[in-house]
């Protein structure tokens, strides 16, 4: 289910930083009831001993004023936040919340919620055209020769993004449907030239991508990927991706 939340800025209101992320994360949480909101930040969904959110969110589209000087971003006019999850229940708490409050706090930042459209999108068979709405992460944690760790991201086109995208989606699967996830590998062809975006998320560099994809595979998985994100970190705002020709708002 993906869900269109309209909002405008407050004229008054101080500009939002560019790395955003957290801020759309915490809103959020803020705006689900607590007993909610505790069961999917201290546990979520479990498996194998990790834990899924399951939900994912997009950046904040519509037309932009970037002060690189100050570090901050505006919206004069609308935007859009895309929120997708198979959870209904979180689903209608968020909404009601939002709807009821009218406002979406981010850090300092007010915006009144205009309106919130829902879309139910479906994986009809084994391929899948989708637009990314945030950036596609995709990463390996490597340890060094000298010692340490590192963090190895990957771009769509490589072997070990379909890879890391597969049984990514597997668990978020398992972990939400409570049984096996489908047999069979999810490929991801990009259908333009990928674009990388650095960004971080409470400090830590995040790179991920976004570009027009083709995805191919079980079609459980393909849904999985359209309700709960596609590739890791979907509850921080990456990898909310909504069907090609889908949107509603």
Same mark, same amino acid.
């Given at each position: 289910?993906?869900?269109?939340?309209?909002?405008?800025?407050?004229?008054?209101?101080?500009?939002?930083?560019?790395?955003?992320?957290?801020?759309?994360?915490?809103?959020?949480?803020?705006?689900?009831?607590?007993?909610?909101?505790?069961?999917?930040?201290?546990?979520?969904?479990?498996?194998?001993?990790?834990?899924?959110?399951?939900?994912?969110?997009?950046?904040?589209?519509?037309?932009?004023?970037?002060?690189?000087?100050?570090?901050?971003?505006?919206?004069?006019?609308?935007?859009?936040?895309?929120?997708?999850?198979?959870?209904?229940?979180?689903?209608?708490?968020?909404?009601?919340?939002?709807?009821?409050? $009218? @406002?979406? =706090? !981010?850090?300092?930042?007010?915006?009144?919620?205009?309106? /919130?459209?829902?879309?139910?999108?479906?994986?009809?068979?084994?391929?899948?055209?989708?637009?990314?709405?945030?950036?596609?992460?995709?990463?390996?944690?490597?340890?060094?020769?000298?010692?340490?760790?590192?963090?190895?991201?990957?771009?769509?086109?490589?072997?070990?993004?379909?890879?890391?995208?597969?049984?990514?989606?597997?668990?978020?699967?398992?972990?939400?449907?409570?049984?096996?996830?489908?047999?069979?590998?999810?490929?991801?062809?990009?259908? $333009? @030239?990928? =674009? !990388?975006?650095?960004?971080?998320?409470?400090?830590?560099? /995040?790179?991920?991508?976004?570009?027009?994809?083709?995805?191919?595979?079980?079609?459980?998985?393909?849904?999985?990927?359209?309700?709960?994100?596609?590739?890791?970190?979907?509850?921080?705002?990456?990898?909310?991706?909504?069907?090609?020709?889908?949107?509603?708002?």
């Amino acid at each position: 289910m993906h869900a269109y939340i309209k909002l405008r800025m407050e004229p008054s209101t101080p500009a939002v930083p560019i790395h955003y992320n957290y801020l759309i994360q915490s809103a959020i949480y803020a705006a689900l009831p607590e007993e909610t909101a505790a069961r999917l930040h201290d546990g979520g969904f479990q498996n194998s001993g990790r834990s899924y959110k399951m939900f994912a969110f997009s950046r904040l589209l519509g037309r932009f004023n970037l002060d690189r000087t100050a570090g901050t971003i505006a919206f004069p006019e609308t935007a859009t936040l895309v929120v997708t999850s198979p959870d209904v229940k979180f689903f209608l708490a968020l909404v009601n919340n939002l709807l009821s409050r $009218n @406002r979406l =706090r !981010l850090g300092q930042s007010i915006f009144r919620v205009e309106e /919130v459209r829902f879309d139910e999108q479906f994986a009809d068979d084994g391929v899948l055209a989708v637009r990314t709405l945030s950036p596609v992460v995709a990463y390996s944690t490597l340890l060094r020769p000298e010692g340490g760790r590192y963090t190895c991201y990957y771009q769509p086109g490589e072997g070990e993004f379909d890879k890391l995208i597969t049984a990514n989606l597997a668990k978020k699967y398992q972990a939400f449907h409570g049984r096996q996830a489908p047999e069979g590998e999810v490929r991801v062809r990009p259908l $333009n @030239r990928p =674009r !990388l975006h650095v960004t971080t998320y409470k400090g830590t560099v /995040v790179k991920g991508y976004t570009c027009p994809l083709q995805l191919s595979g079980p079609k459980e998985l393909l849904q999985t990927a359209l309700d709960a994100g596609l590739g890791g970190k979907g509850s921080m705002g990456y990898g909310c991706v909504e069907k090609a020709g889908g949107r509603k708002a």
